[in-house]
């Protein structure tokens, strides 16, 4: 009897290879992100570069016109500006610098045990909670040189005989607002650091005692470096931020007085919004994402990025 | 009797409420602006957009909106309130945008510039037919004329005088400011009246905010400068050089102002009389109403500016108008409530409601105005009142704030001299001469 041979009907070749299937399903995953991304991000940034090469003044449309560099020039010259760009250095690294300090600190005391510390941990979330411009309002008030509570705290301590200006002096008015970032930020890396910390399995610690560490050796040789890819994180974060952050001295001076605290983002605010000078405001945004840009690339080069030391 | 017509006592008390209630808000309508709305079935909408400084305009402003939609049936205005802060931004983006409110309150310093966009309608046929065209103070029209075109309604008009405190200066035994006192006059009387033991100072100065800049400007003037002269930009003159350190000086020598000066805006010159820190202050009778409240009427009262060596003085004169829009969808109607506004009855509310100075004359002259204390300042004034040199181009409008201020603030905390603000200011005001 002859046996019938059972042969495989042929499957017709597919159009794709799988390996060109596999990628195009990939990419479909990422469409809608790259389409969210590209329609809010990418799409305003380059509005934004077609606009600063345009002379758009909001009231005075028959002056629009194609401009090239002029604007970049014209900033170039500004010294508004590059005082704005001084200004703006010093409001970042003053207020991260003693954020981080401040939130180092107290993210180290809450990482103790005692009575009472989901209380306190509360408590130090408070000033970040509250909205940058009731922040601002406040302490515009404690500063308030005629009326404010600080000068009447300070004269009453016996600490001041004269009433200070605190916003209203150009000297003492960078620092009075950095105080009154300081205060909000503090809770920020507070609660970073103190999250890190709580990451770190205490067992190092233990065999670190063991082999003699002191509480000094165990923080540099332990804490940090465990530390180290959060306060990467929270620091380059916390600088950006800070260097968009607006309005904290838009509401306690407008960048006055004699712009003593007017930073990059309030006189891009002020030429957008009381110049209605749109093509410049345009230039010193772009100008500004350039200069973000290069910090976090070089800050993530000199920090070596976020891995975690070896 | 039926028992089903039988009225309990509660009942009977509880019709008698609503009839009275009903019978209040018939009457209170000014105050309660929303008792009782008109239905304006197929009544065009007008959109009216109104900035809010503070919330008795909020209120006003609404029984005006809901008044005029009762006076007749083919209109029905809509009040869009913003912010005042950002009035002028949204007025231009929105018609930058093609979509203008119909109508909208604009201080007169803006016009020029909206005329610069070509958005303004010219009302100047209309206005001369307009029945109380003459009954509007001739100055007032003149700061709503650009290019020979009436562009606007003046509404209510201000002009500079200065708030002083009657009982302090009476419990200090100091000699009450004249109405034609002098800069002399003026000096002695902030010093007499600074008290830094008591947190009281002679004088409220304004550091921030376009008029830090006006307010100087008038003593400037009262020394013989002028910002224009023979079309060129003068206002970096010795004699202005002079008046404006004597001005600073009451700041930076004599030290009759508060610390607070150079970032005192208008609500920090306003609350620092208010809160009895400051015993004297410049500014229009927009805040007489506000200072009734926080001093008491009887507390304070108001002289025109003082005159300077050159014998001269100056009050600058704005106006607060009403404006329609070429990009408006409801033109017709757009007019039919500004002149409706302009009628003495509601002109005479909102002008008294807020303090503000009426512009059409037979309002003026009433006794609520012509009689109050609180105003006599600023009447005393007219005589010497002009049209605020800055109008003069629209393209100083925004400049004044964003660079002339931080300039003025320089000089104020003593980084420039006078003359160097000067020089400075000069050069912007002539870099933007359109």
Not at chain 2, 50 to 61: D, G, H, T, Y
Request: hydrophobic share 45%.
């Amino acid at each position: 009897m002859a046996r019938e041979a059972t042969l495989a009907a042929p499957v017709a070749r597919p159009l794709l290879s799988r390996r060109a299937r596999e990628l195009l399903t990939g990419y479909a995953y990422l469409l809608p992100v790259a389409v969210a991304l590209g329609g809010t991000v990418v799409v305003p940034i380059v509005k934004a570069m077609q606009m600063s090469l345009y002379n758009h003044v909001l009231i005075k449309p028959q002056e629009y016109r194609f401009i090239g560099l002029a604007n970049y020039v014209r900033l170039l010259r500004d010294e508004v500006f590059w005082l704005s760009l001084w200004n703006s250095f010093v409001w970042v690294f003053g207020s991260v610098s003693l954020q981080f300090a401040g939130g180092f600190a107290a993210a180290l005391l809450l990482h103790q045990g005692f009575r009472g510390r989901a209380v306190f941990r509360t408590l130090t979330l408070l000033p970040w909670i509250i909205p940058g411009v009731v922040v601002a309002l406040i302490w515009e008030f404690l500063y308030q040189p005629n009326y404010g509570a600080l000068n009447d705290v300070l004269a009453r301590l016996g600490l001041m005989t004269e009433k200070v200006a605190w916003l209203s002096n150009p000297q003492l008015a960078m620092p009075a607002v950095i105080a009154t970032n300081v205060w909000r930020g503090v809770p920020f890396f507070a609660i970073m650091l103190l999250a890190g910390l709580q990451a770190i399995p205490e067992e190092l610690y233990e065999a670190a005692r063991v082999d003699g560490a002191g509480v000094l050796d165990r923080f540099r040789h332990l804490t940090l470096p465990m530390l180290r890819p959060i306060i990467v994180v929270a620091t380059a974060t916390r600088i950006i931020w800070t260097f968009n952050y607006a309005d904290l001295i838009f509401v306690m001076t407008s960048g006055g007085p004699a712009n003593a605290t007017q930073i990059t983002s309030t006189y891009t605010l002020m030429q957008a919004y009381s110049n209605l000078d749109f093509g410049y405001a345009a230039t010193l945004s772009v100008v500004l994402l350039l200069i973000m840009l290069a910090f976090t690339v070089l800050y993530l080069k000199l920090t070596r990025g976020v891995e975690p030391v070896a | 009797m039926n028992d089903r017509l039988r009225c309990s006592r509660r009942q009977v008390l509880k019709s008698m409420l609503a009839a009275g209630a009903l019978t209040a808000a018939e009457y209170a309508w000014w105050d309660e602006p929303l008792v009782s709305p008109r239905r304006a079935w197929g009544a065009t909408p007008v959109r009216f957009q109104f900035s809010v400084p503070e919330p008795k305009r909020n209120a006003l402003v609404e029984s005006l909106v809901q008044r005029f939609n009762q006076s007749q049936k083919d209109f029905e205005a809509r009040v869009e309130f913003v912010p005042q802060a950002q009035a002028r931004q949204k007025l231009i983006t929105s018609i930058t945008a093609g979509s203008p409110p119909d109508v909208a309150q604009v201080w007169d310093n803006w016009v020029g510039e909206f005329e610069g966009m070509s958005a303004l309608e010219d009302l100047t046929p209309r206005v001369k037919d307009w029945s109380g065209y003459k009954d509007v103070i001739p100055l007032a029209w003149e700061t709503v004329t650009v290019k020979g075109k009436i562009l606007s309604f003046p509404w209510v008009v201000t002009n500079d005088g200065v708030y002083w405190r009657t009982d302090r200066t009476r419990e200090y035994g100091v000699k009450a400011p004249r109405d034609d006192w002098t800069f002399d006059e003026f000096l002695a009387y902030t010093k007499a009246m600074t008290k830094p033991d008591r947190n009281q100072y002679g004088f409220g100065m304004r550091g921030q905010g376009t008029w830090a800049v006006l307010y100087a400007t008038e003593f400037m003037y009262a020394n013989g400068a002028q910002v224009l002269k023979d079309g060129k930009v003068a206002i970096n003159s010795p004699q202005a050089a002079e008046a404006l350190d004597w001005y600073l000086d009451l700041f930076r020598k004599h030290k009759v102002c508060p610390p607070s000066v150079p970032t005192d805006g208008w609500r920090g010159i306003v609350e620092g009389f208010g809160r009895g820190v400051t015993n004297a202050y410049i500014h229009n009778s927009g805040s007489a109403e506000e200072q009734k409240d926080f001093v008491k009427p009887e507390n304070f009262a108001t002289v025109p500016l003082p005159i300077g060596p050159a014998k001269k003085r100056v009050s600058f004169y704005f106006s607060e108008t009403l404006t329609a829009f070429k990009g408006g969808k409801n033109r017709e109607g757009a007019w039919k409530f500004m002149s409706w506004a302009m009628e003495p009855e509601p002109h005479y509310m909102y002008s008294k409601g807020l303090g503000l100075l009426p512009a059409r004359k037979t309002v003026a002259e009433r006794p609520e105005f012509t009689k109050d204390p609180a105003l006599a300042g600023f009447v005393k004034s007219f005589p010497f009142s002009i049209v605020s040199p800055y109008l003069a181009y629209a393209g100083w409008g925004g400049k004044l704030d964003s660079e002339g201020v931080p300039l003025f603030q320089q000089a104020l905390v003593g980084k420039l001299t006078s003359r160097e603000f000067l020089d400075k200011f000069a050069e912007v005001l002539t870099k933007n001469m359109s």
